[in-house]
């Protein structure tokens, strides 16, 4: 039986479990008594940790922590004891989300959020089944997503759209692997995002509210739909931008700065709405895409269904068809 011992500040713990030793790091776990002031109330709770290993077991610096209070700790057994046994008979029987094992997962979303080593740690030792940080992605996603319907029936200001698109840039596309901090392309122009893609070079991506700005002209030019101003002028700007961060392209001082490259960049455009298109709207649509090499045009509704599409049906909880009304 472990030896509890009390720490210099009145801490009772017992002796630290190494979960595993590596060549370079080391996993432990500790439970401690943590007392209240004022109070009789003591609460257990459990500290994991990875530790760097430069000279042996006696270094304490952390390469990763986390503390579960007694809350949460409780939460965490009972999910052990209850999902262990179905674990061993095979992963397609170990966690429902929709179930008891919900509330953890939103747990651990907000525990890890940001920690990815803390995650995979919990992982790699077997503490938690990777499903669970699956399932707190994808609860996430689909927190956005119906965040995202709601707000298109407001009126939300363009920079609202600009910090939603910031948190939620998966909805984006693979193609993009992050945001670039630099917005500033020049004197006289600054885009929205500057975008690193998969491949290491340069795309932008410009952001209009959607309210308000009519996607398509308000009358047909010889029975054809054709774009609104409004969307034009947004066409020309992404074109300009295009062409400025183009001429940037062989400036060390710039491509220092945004640390990336620029050959044949691209800019996403996200205008207007959809969702009451009729089918020679839709058709006018792919031709108006189509006449641009440079330039990809997607509504918010576009962006909505591709948001679905990765999630998948049955990770959305239905939240009506509302959100399609301005």
Sequence with gaps: MSE???SAKGVDYAD?????????VYSQALLMRIPHD???????????GR??????????????ELTLNNEELDALVRYISENYKPLTLGQGEYINVSEESATLVENFKRLIEGQSDTARMLIENGILSDNVFLAASVIKKRDALIELREK????QPERYWQEWFTRNKWVLGSDFAQIIDERVI????????IMK??????DLVEIKKPNGLPFWASTKDHGNYVPSADLTKAITQCLNYIYAIEMEANSTKFTRRIGSRVIKPRCILIFGRSYDWNDEQREAYRILNAAYNQVSILTY????????????????ESVGDDWMQE
Excluded: M, W
């Design 197 to 202: 893609s998969y491949d290491g070079f340069v």
């Design 51 to 64: 530790y760097n290993i430069p000279y042996g077991l006696e270094s304490k610096k952390p390469k990763s």
């Design 152 to 155: 298109l029936q407001e009126e």
């Design 301 to 316: 509704d576009h962006i909505s269904e591709r948001a679905q599409n990765v999630l998948g049906a049955e990770a959305i």
């Design 16 to 24: 630290p479990c190494t979960l595993q030793i590596k060549k370079r």
């Design 4 to 6: 509890i011992k009390t």
């Design 186 to 193: 020049d004197t006289e122009n600054i885009a929205d995002y």
């Design 38 to 48: 004022h109070t009789d109330v003591q609460d257990i709770s459990l500290k994991i």
